[in-house]
């Protein structure tokens, strides 16, 4: 509307309504507000049980399986950044996910979707495979037992 002429109110004019109000600084401080506690709940850290050089291949395939690639590895460090220029878009270009050593365990940092999904996706074959020993220990001769109740079907 500036550039057409039809507006009532210059840009000068238009910014003082807006930051003069009192809506204007509701909307301002929440602004600030949110910004100085995005890194709190924007960004994750969560420990994984995995041997770093051991499953140095199922933490690449996780990672691979999640469109990150392997960009930096270092003093028990590997760093992976997204691999298509629009999840980087996506993930607004704050798409480093650090992967270190932690003796017998390691330490996934970074955004903290990306960060559970990799999480999730490592662990779930371990899930799995305990699902499928206790369903052997319920499935007796197409049985299905569940000895807590004394139920047989």
């Known amino acids: ?18 930051f003069g109000s009192q809506r204007g600084r509701l909307m301002l401080a929440v602004i600030v507000v949110v910004a100085a506690f995005y890194p709190k709940f924007g960004f994750a850290r969560r420990t994984v049980a995995a041997d770093f050089t051991g499953d140095r291949e199922l ?23 997204a691999s298509s220029p629009l999840k980087r878009a996506l993930l607004l270009w704050e798409d480093r996910i650090a992967v270190t050593d932690a003796g017998g365990s390691v330490v996934l940092d970074g ?19 305990r699902f499928s ?8 001769n197409n049985m299905i037992r569940i000895p807590a109740l004394g139920i047989k079907k």
């Not at 933490?59 to 950044?81: K, P, Y």
């Not at 020993?133 to 007796?140: F, N, S």
């Open 1 to 18: 509307m500036l550039a057409t002429g039809t507006s009532r109110a210059d840009a000068g004019r238009d910014l003082a309504e807006l």
């Open 133 to 140: 020993e206790m369903r052997k220990d319920l499935v007796v």
């Open 59 to 81: 933490i690449l395939s996780t990672f691979r399986a999640n469109g990150f690639s392997l960009v930096r590895e270092q003093d028990g460090t590997m760093v992976f950044r």
């Open 111 to 129: 955004i903290r979707k990306e960060v559970v999904k990799a999480e999730f996706r490592s662990g779930r074959t371990s899930k799995t495979d």
